[in-house]
Protein backbone atom coordinates (compact mmCIF):
# COMPACT_ATOMS: atom_id res chain seq x y z
CA UNK A 1 0.00 0.00 0.00
CA UNK A 2 1.03 3.70 -0.82
CA UNK A 3 -0.19 4.95 2.45
CA UNK A 4 1.69 8.31 1.69
CA UNK A 5 -0.55 8.82 -1.43
CA UNK A 6 -3.61 7.87 0.87
CA UNK A 7 -2.64 10.21 2.89
CA UNK A 8 -1.75 12.78 0.68
CA UNK A 9 -5.07 12.67 -1.48
CA UNK A 10 -6.59 12.73 1.64
CA UNK A 11 -5.59 15.45 3.27
CA UNK A 12 -5.56 17.71 0.08
CA UNK A 13 -9.60 16.95 -0.28
CA UNK A 14 -10.07 17.29 3.41
CA UNK A 15 -8.06 20.74 3.06
CA UNK A 16 -10.65 21.94 0.94
CA UNK A 17 -13.13 21.56 3.13
CA UNK A 18 -11.29 23.75 5.52
CA UNK A 19 -10.43 26.61 3.07
CA UNK A 20 -14.74 26.90 2.61
CA UNK A 21 -15.76 26.28 5.89
CA UNK A 22 -18.68 28.48 5.27
CA UNK A 23 -19.79 25.72 2.07
CA UNK A 24 -18.94 22.73 3.82
CA UNK A 25 -19.61 22.53 7.37
CA UNK A 26 -22.26 25.42 8.26
CA UNK A 27 -24.68 25.33 5.28
CA UNK A 28 -25.65 22.03 6.43
CA UNK A 29 -26.47 23.31 10.07
CA UNK A 30 -28.16 26.25 8.95
CA UNK A 31 -30.45 24.00 6.60
CA UNK A 32 -30.54 20.97 9.04
CA UNK A 33 -31.63 23.69 11.62
CA UNK A 34 -34.48 25.28 9.11
CA UNK A 35 -36.07 21.48 9.02
CA UNK A 36 -36.20 21.49 12.52
CA UNK A 37 -37.89 24.86 12.87
CA UNK A 38 -40.39 23.78 9.33
CA UNK A 39 -40.92 20.09 10.23
CA UNK A 40 -40.46 20.00 14.16
CA UNK A 41 -42.15 23.02 15.17
CA UNK A 42 -44.29 23.82 12.80
CA UNK A 43 -45.93 20.31 11.36
CA UNK A 44 -44.71 18.99 14.95
CA UNK A 45 -47.16 20.98 16.61
CA UNK A 46 -50.18 18.69 14.75
CA UNK A 47 -48.46 15.68 15.10
CA UNK A 48 -46.83 15.31 17.95
CA UNK A 49 -46.21 11.85 18.44
CA UNK A 50 -45.48 8.81 16.09
CA UNK A 51 -45.11 5.64 17.47
CA UNK A 52 -44.65 6.83 20.45
CA UNK A 53 -42.07 9.40 19.90
CA UNK A 54 -41.70 13.01 20.50
CA UNK A 55 -42.07 14.11 16.19
CA UNK A 56 -39.52 16.67 16.41
CA UNK A 57 -37.04 14.08 18.43
CA UNK A 58 -38.55 11.17 15.34
CA UNK A 59 -37.58 12.95 12.65
CA UNK A 60 -33.68 13.99 13.96
CA UNK A 61 -32.47 10.14 12.61
CA UNK A 62 -34.13 10.80 9.25
CA UNK A 63 -33.06 14.58 9.04
CA UNK A 64 -29.32 13.07 10.04
CA UNK A 65 -29.61 10.47 7.24
CA UNK A 66 -31.11 12.60 4.64
CA UNK A 67 -27.95 15.18 5.24
CA UNK A 68 -25.01 12.35 5.11
CA UNK A 69 -26.20 11.02 2.32
CA UNK A 70 -26.99 13.63 -0.25
CA UNK A 71 -23.66 15.19 1.59
CA UNK A 72 -21.39 12.12 0.50
CA UNK A 73 -22.69 12.04 -3.08
CA UNK A 74 -21.87 15.88 -3.51
CA UNK A 75 -18.58 15.50 -1.58
CA UNK A 76 -17.07 12.48 -3.62
CA UNK A 77 -18.61 13.40 -7.03
CA UNK A 78 -16.99 16.65 -7.02
CA UNK A 79 -13.93 15.68 -5.34
CA UNK A 80 -12.82 13.22 -7.97
CA UNK A 81 -15.00 15.04 -11.33
CA UNK A 82 -12.86 18.50 -9.84
CA UNK A 83 -9.36 16.90 -11.10
CA UNK A 84 -10.69 15.26 -14.44
CA UNK A 85 -12.53 19.10 -15.87
CA UNK A 86 -9.41 21.08 -14.51
CA UNK A 87 -7.39 18.35 -16.19
CA UNK A 88 -4.65 17.53 -13.17
CA UNK A 89 -6.30 14.21 -13.40
CA UNK A 90 -3.01 13.10 -15.60
CA UNK A 91 -1.55 13.24 -11.91
CA UNK A 92 -3.04 10.55 -10.52
CA UNK A 93 -2.68 8.71 -13.01
CA UNK A 94 0.85 8.44 -13.59
CA UNK A 95 1.45 8.21 -9.66
CA UNK A 96 2.28 5.01 -8.70
CA UNK A 97 -0.24 4.27 -6.89
CA UNK A 98 -3.52 1.51 -7.35
CA UNK A 99 -6.92 2.31 -8.10
CA UNK A 100 -8.19 1.26 -4.88
CA UNK A 101 -5.60 3.49 -3.05
CA UNK A 102 -7.37 6.53 -5.10
CA UNK A 103 -10.78 5.17 -4.03
CA UNK A 104 -9.50 5.25 -0.29
CA UNK A 105 -8.25 8.95 -0.77
CA UNK A 106 -11.27 10.50 -2.05
CA UNK A 107 -14.16 8.08 -0.63
CA UNK A 108 -12.55 8.26 2.56
CA UNK A 109 -12.15 12.20 2.76
CA UNK A 110 -16.01 12.53 1.79
CA UNK A 111 -17.16 9.66 4.16
CA UNK A 112 -15.35 11.83 6.98
CA UNK A 113 -17.02 15.14 6.15
CA UNK A 114 -20.30 13.91 5.65
CA UNK A 115 -19.33 11.68 9.18
CA UNK A 116 -18.34 15.28 10.84
CA UNK A 117 -21.83 17.02 9.43
CA UNK A 118 -23.82 14.01 10.80
CA UNK A 119 -22.24 14.46 14.31
CA UNK A 120 -22.68 18.03 14.30
CA UNK A 121 -26.31 17.88 12.88
CA UNK A 122 -26.70 15.48 15.69
CA UNK A 123 -25.31 17.98 19.00
CA UNK A 124 -27.45 20.79 16.88
CA UNK A 125 -30.90 18.60 17.16
CA UNK A 126 -29.65 18.09 21.13
CA UNK A 127 -30.58 21.62 21.67
CA UNK A 128 -33.80 21.67 19.90
CA UNK A 129 -34.88 18.07 21.61
CA UNK A 130 -34.76 15.45 24.05
CA UNK A 131 -32.22 12.98 22.28
CA UNK A 132 -32.51 9.23 23.54
CA UNK A 133 -29.69 7.03 22.03
CA UNK A 134 -30.54 3.36 22.85
CA UNK A 135 -27.84 1.46 20.31
CA UNK A 136 -24.70 4.02 20.77
CA UNK A 137 -22.52 1.82 18.72
CA UNK A 138 -25.08 0.37 15.82
CA UNK A 139 -25.95 3.84 15.43
CA UNK A 140 -22.06 5.10 14.90
CA UNK A 141 -21.77 2.07 12.31
CA UNK A 142 -25.38 2.95 10.57
CA UNK A 143 -23.71 6.55 10.56
CA UNK A 144 -20.75 5.31 8.81
CA UNK A 145 -21.26 3.10 6.78
CA UNK A 146 -23.79 5.29 5.12
CA UNK A 147 -21.37 7.94 4.68
CA UNK A 148 -18.53 5.51 3.16
CA UNK A 149 -21.36 3.73 0.82
CA UNK A 150 -22.96 6.96 -0.49
CA UNK A 151 -19.58 8.55 -1.33
CA UNK A 152 -18.87 5.41 -3.09
CA UNK A 153 -22.09 6.46 -5.13
CA UNK A 154 -20.84 10.02 -5.52
CA UNK A 155 -17.37 8.59 -6.77
CA UNK A 156 -18.96 6.77 -9.11
CA UNK A 157 -21.22 9.57 -10.36
CA UNK A 158 -18.01 11.67 -10.64
CA UNK A 159 -15.69 9.45 -12.86
CA UNK A 160 -18.83 8.71 -15.36
CA UNK A 161 -20.32 12.71 -15.67
CA UNK A 162 -18.95 14.18 -18.70
CA UNK A 163 -19.86 17.51 -17.55
CA UNK A 164 -21.35 19.58 -14.63
CA UNK A 165 -25.04 19.30 -15.80
CA UNK A 166 -24.58 15.04 -15.26
CA UNK A 167 -22.39 15.67 -12.05
CA UNK A 168 -25.75 17.31 -10.58
CA UNK A 169 -28.26 15.23 -12.45
CA UNK A 170 -28.46 12.03 -11.04
CA UNK A 171 -28.19 13.45 -7.48
CA UNK A 172 -31.11 15.55 -8.39
CA UNK A 173 -33.31 12.82 -9.79
CA UNK A 174 -32.32 9.57 -8.28
CA UNK A 175 -30.66 10.36 -4.94
CA UNK A 176 -32.95 13.76 -3.78
CA UNK A 177 -36.02 11.76 -4.18
CA UNK A 178 -34.95 8.36 -2.95
CA UNK A 179 -33.58 10.04 0.14
CA UNK A 180 -36.96 12.30 0.56
CA UNK A 181 -39.57 9.14 -0.27
CA UNK A 182 -37.56 6.99 2.11
CA UNK A 183 -38.93 7.93 5.00
CA UNK A 184 -36.57 10.72 7.12
CA UNK A 185 -40.26 12.44 8.13
CA UNK A 186 -42.79 9.98 9.31
CA UNK A 187 -43.30 6.30 9.25
CA UNK A 188 -44.02 4.14 6.58
CA UNK A 189 -47.33 3.14 8.91
CA UNK A 190 -48.30 6.35 7.99
CA UNK A 191 -48.93 6.00 4.33
CA UNK A 192 -51.90 4.59 2.36
CA UNK A 193 -51.51 0.81 1.54
CA UNK A 194 -50.30 1.01 -2.05
CA UNK A 195 -47.80 3.80 -1.28
CA UNK A 196 -46.31 1.40 1.69
CA UNK A 197 -45.50 -1.24 -0.75
CA UNK A 198 -43.93 1.33 -3.32
CA UNK A 199 -41.77 2.53 -0.71
CA UNK A 200 -40.32 -0.85 0.28
CA UNK A 201 -38.52 -0.89 -3.30
CA UNK A 202 -36.73 2.21 -2.04
CA UNK A 203 -33.24 0.83 -0.36
CA UNK A 204 -32.88 4.08 1.44
CA UNK A 205 -35.84 3.55 3.57
CA UNK A 206 -33.92 0.29 4.97
CA UNK A 207 -31.24 2.74 6.08
CA UNK A 208 -33.12 5.68 7.96
CA UNK A 209 -35.16 2.97 9.39
CA UNK A 210 -32.20 0.79 10.63
CA UNK A 211 -30.52 4.07 11.97
CA UNK A 212 -33.90 5.11 14.11
CA UNK A 213 -33.87 1.93 15.53
CA UNK A 214 -30.56 2.70 17.21
CA UNK A 215 -32.37 5.55 18.51
CA UNK A 216 -35.37 4.74 20.08
CA UNK A 217 -35.68 1.21 19.00
CA UNK A 218 -38.68 1.25 16.77
CA UNK A 219 -38.71 0.77 12.56
CA UNK A 220 -40.67 0.10 9.52
CA UNK A 221 -38.17 -3.27 8.68
CA UNK A 222 -36.56 -5.06 11.29
CA UNK A 223 -33.32 -3.93 12.17
CA UNK A 224 -31.23 -7.23 10.80
CA UNK A 225 -33.19 -6.43 7.30
CA UNK A 226 -31.34 -2.52 7.46
CA UNK A 227 -27.85 -4.00 7.87
CA UNK A 228 -28.56 -6.64 5.03
CA UNK A 229 -29.34 -3.81 3.19
CA UNK A 230 -26.88 -1.54 3.87
CA UNK A 231 -24.08 -4.15 3.25
CA UNK A 232 -26.00 -4.58 -0.20
CA UNK A 233 -25.73 -1.37 -1.05
CA UNK A 234 -22.23 -1.07 -0.16
CA UNK A 235 -21.19 -4.14 -1.95
CA UNK A 236 -22.85 -3.16 -4.96
CA UNK A 237 -21.05 0.03 -5.13
CA UNK A 238 -17.91 -2.06 -4.79
CA UNK A 239 -18.48 -4.03 -7.36
CA UNK A 240 -19.40 -0.76 -10.16
CA UNK A 241 -16.08 1.28 -8.67
CA UNK A 242 -13.97 -2.11 -9.36
CA UNK A 243 -15.89 -2.70 -12.66
CA UNK A 244 -15.18 1.44 -13.71
CA UNK A 245 -11.26 0.44 -12.97
CA UNK A 246 -10.81 -2.68 -14.12
CA UNK A 247 -12.34 -1.56 -17.70
CA UNK A 248 -10.90 2.26 -17.92
CA UNK A 249 -14.32 3.35 -18.37
CA UNK A 250 -14.33 7.45 -18.64
CA UNK A 251 -10.57 7.56 -17.45
CA UNK A 252 -7.95 6.43 -19.74
CA UNK A 253 -8.33 5.89 -23.28
CA UNK B 1 24.52 -0.02 -23.30
CA UNK B 2 21.71 -0.84 -20.85
CA UNK B 3 18.59 1.52 -21.32
CA UNK B 4 16.49 3.11 -18.77
CA UNK B 5 13.50 4.12 -20.97
CA UNK B 6 13.23 1.19 -23.48
CA UNK B 7 10.28 1.67 -25.99
CA UNK B 8 9.94 -1.62 -28.07
CA UNK B 9 7.47 -1.56 -31.15
CA UNK B 10 5.29 0.61 -28.96
CA UNK B 11 1.75 1.31 -30.93
CA UNK B 12 -1.67 3.18 -29.78
CA UNK B 13 -4.80 3.06 -31.53
CA UNK B 14 -7.55 5.89 -29.81
CA UNK B 15 -11.25 5.05 -29.64
CA UNK B 16 -11.87 7.64 -32.48
CA UNK B 17 -9.63 4.46 -34.61
CA UNK B 18 -6.90 7.25 -35.00
CA UNK B 19 -3.58 5.91 -34.74
CA UNK B 20 -1.13 8.00 -32.94
CA UNK B 21 1.46 5.77 -32.57
CA UNK B 22 2.62 3.46 -35.16
CA UNK B 23 5.55 0.73 -33.98
CA UNK B 24 8.19 3.18 -32.20
CA UNK B 25 10.87 2.08 -31.01
CA UNK B 26 13.91 3.41 -29.14
CA UNK B 27 16.10 3.15 -26.29
CA UNK B 28 17.16 5.73 -23.92
CA UNK B 29 20.43 5.52 -21.92
CA UNK B 30 20.99 6.46 -19.08
CA UNK B 31 21.83 10.36 -17.80
CA UNK B 32 21.22 11.31 -21.61
CA UNK B 33 19.10 14.55 -22.87
CA UNK B 34 17.21 13.05 -25.54
CA UNK B 35 14.86 15.99 -27.43
CA UNK B 36 12.07 14.88 -29.92
CA UNK B 37 10.94 16.81 -32.84
CA UNK B 38 7.86 16.79 -34.42
CA UNK B 39 4.45 18.96 -35.77
CA UNK B 40 1.73 19.33 -33.95
CA UNK B 41 0.08 15.56 -33.76
CA UNK B 42 3.47 13.69 -34.62
CA UNK B 43 2.26 11.55 -31.70
CA UNK B 44 5.26 13.15 -29.48
CA UNK B 45 2.30 13.79 -26.09
CA UNK B 46 0.78 10.60 -26.95
CA UNK B 47 4.18 8.67 -26.63
CA UNK B 48 4.87 9.95 -23.08
CA UNK B 49 1.08 9.04 -22.09
CA UNK B 50 1.62 5.85 -22.61
CA UNK B 51 5.24 5.50 -20.28
CA UNK B 52 3.59 8.05 -17.70
CA UNK B 53 0.58 5.50 -17.52
CA UNK B 54 -1.99 8.30 -18.48
CA UNK B 55 -3.29 6.20 -21.64
CA UNK B 56 -3.25 2.46 -22.76
CA UNK B 57 -0.75 1.25 -25.15
CA UNK B 58 -2.40 -0.71 -27.83
CA UNK B 59 0.41 -3.03 -28.16
CA UNK B 60 4.27 -3.19 -27.44
CA UNK B 61 6.08 -3.00 -24.45
CA UNK B 62 7.95 -0.29 -22.23
CA UNK B 63 10.31 -1.00 -19.50
CA UNK B 64 11.35 2.03 -17.36
CA UNK B 65 14.58 1.74 -15.05
CA UNK B 66 14.19 -2.07 -15.97
CA UNK B 67 10.13 -2.11 -15.00
CA UNK B 68 7.11 -2.88 -17.10
CA UNK B 69 5.32 -0.11 -17.51
CA UNK B 70 2.18 -2.19 -16.81
CA UNK B 71 3.09 -5.39 -14.98
CA UNK B 72 5.15 -3.42 -12.68
CA UNK B 73 3.65 0.07 -12.84
CA UNK B 74 4.85 1.13 -8.91
CA UNK B 75 8.03 0.56 -9.40
CA UNK B 76 8.24 2.11 -13.70
CA UNK B 77 6.39 5.00 -12.49
CA UNK B 78 8.00 5.84 -9.13
CA UNK B 79 10.89 6.49 -11.13
CA UNK B 80 9.60 9.02 -13.62
CA UNK B 81 8.66 12.50 -13.40
CA UNK B 82 5.85 14.23 -15.85
CA UNK B 83 6.16 18.13 -16.45
CA UNK B 84 2.41 17.63 -19.09
CA UNK B 85 2.40 20.41 -22.31
CA UNK B 86 -1.10 21.45 -20.59
CA UNK B 87 -0.82 23.63 -17.63
CA UNK B 88 -3.19 21.95 -15.40
CA UNK B 89 -3.41 22.72 -11.42
CA UNK B 90 -5.60 22.69 -8.75
CA UNK B 91 -6.24 26.44 -8.42
CA UNK B 92 -7.32 27.11 -5.02
CA UNK B 93 -4.83 24.93 -3.06
CA UNK B 94 -0.84 27.01 -2.18
CA UNK B 95 2.28 26.61 -4.04
CA UNK B 96 4.28 24.54 -1.26
CA UNK B 97 1.34 22.12 -0.53
CA UNK B 98 0.24 21.42 -4.10
CA UNK B 99 3.91 20.61 -4.44
CA UNK B 100 4.01 18.31 -1.68
CA UNK B 101 0.92 16.35 -2.33
CA UNK B 102 2.82 15.36 -5.27
CA UNK B 103 5.77 14.18 -3.39
CA UNK B 104 2.96 11.96 -1.30
CA UNK B 105 1.21 10.83 -4.29
CA UNK B 106 4.54 9.39 -5.22
CA UNK B 107 4.91 7.32 -2.26
CA UNK B 108 7.53 9.51 -0.39
CA UNK B 109 7.89 11.00 2.70
CA UNK B 110 7.08 15.04 3.12
CA UNK B 111 10.29 16.11 3.21
CA UNK B 112 9.85 20.22 3.95
CA UNK B 113 13.55 20.95 3.14
CA UNK B 114 13.80 19.48 -0.29
CA UNK B 115 10.85 20.96 -1.32
CA UNK B 116 12.30 24.44 -0.17
CA UNK B 117 15.39 23.60 -2.41
CA UNK B 118 12.92 23.10 -5.43
CA UNK B 119 11.54 26.23 -4.97
CA UNK B 120 14.10 28.19 -4.51
CA UNK B 121 15.77 26.85 -7.40
CA UNK B 122 13.11 27.51 -9.37
CA UNK B 123 12.47 31.09 -8.13
CA UNK B 124 9.22 30.17 -6.42
CA UNK B 125 10.10 30.13 -2.63
CA UNK B 126 8.85 33.76 -2.28
CA UNK B 127 5.74 32.42 -3.72
CA UNK B 128 4.86 29.18 -1.51
CA UNK B 129 1.90 30.74 0.45
CA UNK B 130 0.48 31.78 -2.78
CA UNK B 131 -2.29 30.45 -4.07
CA UNK B 132 -1.83 28.64 -7.37
CA UNK B 133 -4.48 31.15 -9.75
CA UNK B 134 -2.72 34.25 -8.39
CA UNK B 135 0.62 33.46 -10.79
CA UNK B 136 1.63 34.12 -13.41
CA UNK B 137 1.11 31.58 -16.51
CA UNK B 138 4.66 31.19 -16.38
CA UNK B 139 5.12 30.84 -12.51
CA UNK B 140 2.56 28.45 -13.17
CA UNK B 141 4.36 26.44 -15.36
CA UNK B 142 7.60 26.64 -12.94
CA UNK B 143 5.38 25.01 -10.69
CA UNK B 144 4.44 21.94 -12.88
CA UNK B 145 8.02 21.38 -12.93
CA UNK B 146 8.71 22.07 -9.06
CA UNK B 147 5.54 19.15 -9.08
CA UNK B 148 7.99 16.50 -11.31
CA UNK B 149 11.06 17.20 -9.42
CA UNK B 150 9.18 16.94 -6.01
CA UNK B 151 10.19 12.76 -5.86
CA UNK B 152 13.05 13.06 -7.24
CA UNK B 153 12.86 10.88 -10.30
CA UNK B 154 15.04 9.50 -12.11
CA UNK B 155 13.76 9.85 -15.46
CA UNK B 156 12.22 13.26 -16.30
CA UNK B 157 9.61 13.93 -19.43
CA UNK B 158 9.38 17.60 -20.35
CA UNK B 159 6.33 17.86 -22.89
CA UNK B 160 6.99 21.64 -24.43
CA UNK B 161 8.51 22.84 -21.24
CA UNK B 162 9.47 26.10 -22.85
CA UNK B 163 6.23 26.79 -24.92
CA UNK B 164 4.99 30.41 -24.43
CA UNK B 165 7.74 31.37 -21.38
CA UNK B 166 9.69 34.19 -21.71
CA UNK B 167 13.73 34.09 -22.22
CA UNK B 168 14.68 34.07 -19.34
CA UNK B 169 12.06 30.79 -17.59
CA UNK B 170 13.64 29.42 -20.93
CA UNK B 171 17.30 29.82 -19.86
CA UNK B 172 16.32 28.78 -16.41
CA UNK B 173 15.05 25.63 -17.19
CA UNK B 174 17.92 24.64 -19.44
CA UNK B 175 20.51 25.49 -16.34
CA UNK B 176 17.86 23.01 -14.54
CA UNK B 177 18.20 20.55 -17.32
CA UNK B 178 21.69 20.77 -16.99
CA UNK B 179 22.25 20.57 -13.11
CA UNK B 180 19.67 17.06 -12.92
CA UNK B 181 21.75 15.86 -15.83
CA UNK B 182 24.68 16.16 -13.88
CA UNK B 183 23.17 14.32 -11.07
CA UNK B 184 22.27 11.43 -13.24
CA UNK B 185 18.74 12.06 -14.29
CA UNK B 186 17.60 11.11 -17.76
CA UNK B 187 15.63 13.74 -19.77
CA UNK B 188 13.84 13.32 -22.36
CA UNK B 189 11.95 16.89 -23.54
CA UNK B 190 9.95 17.42 -26.71
CA UNK B 191 10.19 21.20 -28.56
CA UNK B 192 9.17 22.76 -31.02
CA UNK B 193 12.27 25.07 -30.41
CA UNK B 194 15.28 23.71 -32.49
CA UNK B 195 17.66 25.82 -30.49
CA UNK B 196 16.55 24.88 -27.78
CA UNK B 197 17.20 20.82 -29.11
CA UNK B 198 20.71 22.18 -30.35
CA UNK B 199 21.37 24.04 -26.98
CA UNK B 200 20.66 21.43 -24.23
CA UNK B 201 20.15 17.71 -26.13
CA UNK B 202 22.63 15.09 -26.21
CA UNK B 203 20.58 12.97 -28.96
CA UNK B 204 17.71 14.43 -31.04
CA UNK B 205 14.94 12.28 -32.18
CA UNK B 206 12.66 13.06 -35.09
CA UNK B 207 8.72 11.66 -34.65
CA UNK B 208 5.90 12.54 -37.44
CA UNK B 209 2.72 10.87 -37.92
CA UNK B 210 3.50 8.70 -35.29
CA UNK B 211 6.94 7.43 -36.29
CA UNK B 212 10.29 7.81 -35.23
CA UNK B 213 12.04 9.08 -38.54
CA UNK B 214 15.46 9.65 -36.62
CA UNK B 215 17.05 9.37 -33.89
CA UNK B 216 20.90 11.06 -34.28
CA UNK B 217 23.67 12.38 -31.53
CA UNK B 218 23.02 15.91 -32.05
CA UNK B 219 26.95 15.75 -32.62
CA UNK B 220 26.45 13.95 -35.65
CA UNK B 221 23.62 16.05 -36.52
CA UNK B 222 26.08 18.95 -36.24
CA UNK B 223 28.83 17.77 -38.08
CA UNK B 224 26.10 17.39 -40.73
CA UNK B 225 25.11 21.13 -39.50
CA UNK B 226 28.89 22.33 -40.49
CA UNK B 227 28.36 22.09 -44.20
CA UNK B 228 27.56 24.78 -45.25
CA UNK B 229 26.91 26.67 -49.41
CA UNK B 230 28.38 29.76 -51.19
CA UNK B 231 25.25 31.01 -53.41
CA UNK B 232 27.77 32.64 -56.11
CA UNK B 233 25.23 34.90 -58.18
CA UNK B 234 26.34 35.42 -61.90
CA UNK B 235 26.02 38.23 -64.35
CA UNK B 236 25.20 36.16 -67.15
CA UNK B 237 24.05 32.89 -67.10
CA UNK B 238 26.31 29.97 -68.55
CA UNK B 239 25.04 26.86 -70.00
CA UNK B 240 27.59 24.85 -68.41
CA UNK B 241 30.12 24.51 -66.22
CA UNK B 242 33.71 25.41 -67.79
CA UNK B 243 35.89 22.64 -67.60
CA UNK B 244 38.72 24.47 -65.62
CA UNK B 245 36.02 24.58 -62.90
CA UNK B 246 35.57 20.58 -62.59
CA UNK B 247 37.51 20.38 -59.62
CA UNK B 248 35.12 21.93 -57.77
CA UNK B 249 31.57 20.18 -56.03
CA UNK B 250 30.11 23.28 -57.82
CA UNK B 251 26.16 23.12 -58.87
CA UNK B 252 24.75 25.05 -61.59
CA UNK B 253 20.55 26.21 -60.76
CA UNK B 254 18.33 25.63 -63.61
CA UNK B 255 18.66 29.10 -65.68
CA UNK B 256 22.36 28.57 -65.02
CA UNK B 257 22.91 31.88 -63.32
CA UNK B 258 23.39 30.96 -59.75
CA UNK B 259 25.92 28.22 -58.51
CA UNK B 260 25.97 26.59 -55.38
CA UNK B 261 29.24 25.51 -53.98
CA UNK B 262 29.09 23.50 -50.97
CA UNK B 263 32.17 23.60 -48.67
CA UNK B 264 33.24 22.09 -44.68
CA UNK B 265 33.27 25.20 -42.85
CA UNK B 266 35.06 23.49 -40.38
CA UNK B 267 38.05 22.67 -42.29
CA UNK B 268 41.25 24.26 -42.39
CA UNK B 269 41.01 24.96 -46.05
CA UNK B 270 37.22 25.80 -47.18
CA UNK B 271 38.20 27.01 -51.15
CA UNK B 272 36.55 30.01 -51.21
CA UNK B 273 39.30 32.31 -52.07
CA UNK B 274 40.95 30.17 -54.64
CA UNK B 275 37.44 29.64 -56.33
CA UNK B 276 36.82 32.82 -57.01
CA UNK B 277 39.66 33.58 -58.85
CA UNK B 278 39.29 30.41 -61.00
CA UNK B 279 36.32 32.09 -61.77
CA UNK B 280 37.54 35.05 -62.80
CA UNK B 281 40.05 33.64 -64.84
CA UNK B 282 37.36 31.44 -66.30
CA UNK B 283 35.50 34.48 -67.79
CA UNK B 284 32.72 34.01 -65.33
CA UNK B 285 31.90 37.65 -63.50
CA UNK B 286 30.76 37.81 -59.89
CA UNK B 287 27.20 39.99 -59.13
CA UNK B 288 26.93 38.68 -56.03
CA UNK B 289 27.67 35.98 -52.95
CA UNK B 290 26.05 34.82 -50.23
CA UNK B 291 26.41 31.81 -47.77
CA UNK B 292 24.01 29.96 -45.85
CA UNK B 293 24.40 26.98 -43.29
CA UNK B 294 21.83 23.95 -43.30
CA UNK B 295 20.29 24.13 -39.91
CA UNK B 296 18.72 21.49 -38.05
CA UNK B 297 15.46 22.99 -38.50
CA UNK B 298 15.88 22.38 -42.50
CA UNK B 299 17.44 19.04 -41.89
CA UNK B 300 14.11 18.28 -39.49
CA UNK B 301 11.68 20.41 -41.89
CA UNK B 302 13.67 18.00 -44.89
CA UNK B 303 12.59 14.72 -43.16
CA UNK B 304 8.95 15.58 -42.37
CA UNK B 305 8.24 17.11 -45.76
CA UNK B 306 9.70 14.09 -47.10
CA UNK B 307 7.52 12.04 -45.15
CA UNK B 308 4.38 13.80 -45.75
N1 LIG C 1 -7.50 11.39 -26.43
C1 LIG C 1 -7.39 11.32 -27.76
N2 LIG C 1 -8.35 10.73 -28.50
C2 LIG C 1 -8.22 10.66 -29.84
N3 LIG C 1 -7.19 11.13 -30.54
C3 LIG C 1 -6.20 11.72 -29.86
C4 LIG C 1 -6.25 11.85 -28.44
N4 LIG C 1 -5.12 12.48 -28.04
C5 LIG C 1 -4.42 12.74 -29.16
N5 LIG C 1 -5.06 12.27 -30.26
C6 LIG C 1 -4.58 12.35 -31.65
O1 LIG C 1 -3.35 11.67 -31.74
C7 LIG C 1 -2.45 12.37 -32.57
C8 LIG C 1 -1.16 12.64 -31.82
O2 LIG C 1 -1.43 13.58 -30.80
P1 LIG C 1 -0.31 14.06 -29.78
O3 LIG C 1 -0.97 14.89 -28.76
O4 LIG C 1 0.44 12.88 -29.32
O5 LIG C 1 0.61 14.95 -30.72
P2 LIG C 1 1.88 15.82 -30.35
O6 LIG C 1 3.00 15.30 -31.14
O7 LIG C 1 2.05 15.89 -28.89
O8 LIG C 1 1.45 17.24 -30.93
P3 LIG C 1 1.71 18.72 -30.36
O9 LIG C 1 3.04 19.15 -30.86
O10 LIG C 1 0.62 19.51 -31.00
O11 LIG C 1 1.60 18.67 -28.89
C9 LIG C 1 -3.19 13.62 -33.03
O12 LIG C 1 -3.68 13.37 -34.32
C10 LIG C 1 -4.31 13.77 -32.05
O13 LIG C 1 -5.43 14.35 -32.68
MG1 LIG D 1 1.97 17.34 -27.53
Partial sequence: MNWQAIRAIYTSEMGRTVRTPLQSLVSPVISTSLYFVVFGSAIGNRIQQVEGIEYGAFIVPGLIMLTIMMQSVSNASF????????????????????????????????????????????????????????????????????????????????????????????????????????????????????????????????LISGFRWSFYEVSDVGVGVSLAAIALFLFACLAVTWWLFRTGYRIKS | ????????????????????????????????????????????????????GITNPTSGTVTVAGHDIIRDFRAARATIGLVPQEVALEPFANVADTVAYTRGLF?????????????????????????????????????????????????????????????????????IVGELREGGVTIILTTHYIEEAEAIADRVGVINHGQLLLVEDKATLMARMGRKEMLIELQEPVSALPEALSGYSLERNGAGDVLTYAYDSQAARTGITRLLSDLNAAGLNVRDVQTRQSSLEEIFVGLVKEDA
Fill in chain 2, 1 to 52: MTAIVDIRDLTKTYGSGHQALKGVSLQIAQGEILALLGPNGAGKTTMISVIC
Fill in chain 1, 79 to 206: GIYFPKFIGTFYELLSAPITYLEIVIGFVGAAATKSLVIGLIILATAAFFVELRIAHPVLMLSFLVLTCVTFALLGFIIGIVARNFEQLQLVPLLVVTPLVFLGGSFYSVAMLPPFWQTVTHFNPVLY
Fill in chain 2, 107 to 175: GKAPAPDRIEAILRNLSLWDKRNAQVNELSGGMKRRVLIAKALSHEPRVLFLDEPTAGVDVELRKDMWR
